[in-house]
């Protein structure tokens, strides 16, 4: 009969113990990424950095889905929740003009089955003086609104969609938050 001796031996535990610890990584961390909520609460308060020097002033009572935002020195991205209303806005360096990004983001919604622009683009104003360009569209079971910017080699893209009931109720609360983007690069 062959015998195991202690180094053998504790190799062996080593790779159980190894084992174990992949296991629990594997199946713990899902677990508790599960537990923790999706969103959180942020202040109506205090502006809120999106990415690339953008704030915003969130809506009262909105919500910040952690599963899609991703600030950055860059870009950014954040997603608020106010009820059942989407509220997202997408910051990336670019590089042309304010008519160029109105048509690009103008594309990208049609360019999704089943989502149309409907009527023209209107001007817009922030409270800080930065110019954009809104319009809206409507999708399978949902309506929405939406504005880009231009500035500091930045396009802002702001997103707004819900049930036409929800929308209607929350948009002027969203259209107020949106009129408090700045920049980091704009004089104030």
């Known amino acids: 009969m062959a015998r195991i001796t202690r180094r053998e031996l ?75 209303v989407q509220y997202q806005i997408a910051v990336r360096p670019f590089d042309g003009d304010l008519r160029t990004a109105g048509e690009r983001l103008r594309h990208r919604i049609t360019a999704t089955a089943g989502y149309q622009v409907t009527g023209p683009q209107l001007e817009v104003t922030t409270a800080d003086g930065l110019d954009g360009l809104q319009g809206g569209y409507t999708a399978p079971g949902r309506s929405g609104r939406y504005v880009v910017f231009v500035a500091d080699g930045l396009t802002i893209e702001v997103t707004v969609s819900g049930a036409d009931l929800d929308l209607g109720r929350t948009l002027p609360q969203i259209e107020a938050s949106t009129r408090t983007l700045r920049t980091g690069g704009r004089d104030r």
Do not use: K, N, Q
């Open 10 to 84: 504790m190799s062996l535990l080593g790779a159980f113990g190894v084992v174990a610890t992949l296991a629990g990584l594997a199946f713990g961390l899902p677990a508790i990424d599960r537990s923790l909520p999706d969103t959180r609460p942020v202040s109506a308060e205090e502006p809120y950095l999106i990415g690339a020097g953008v704030t915003v002033v969130p809506p009262s009572g909105a919500t910040l889905d952690v599963t899609v935002t991703r600030p950055g020195g860059s870009t950014g991205t954040a997603l608020f929740r106010v009820g059942s």
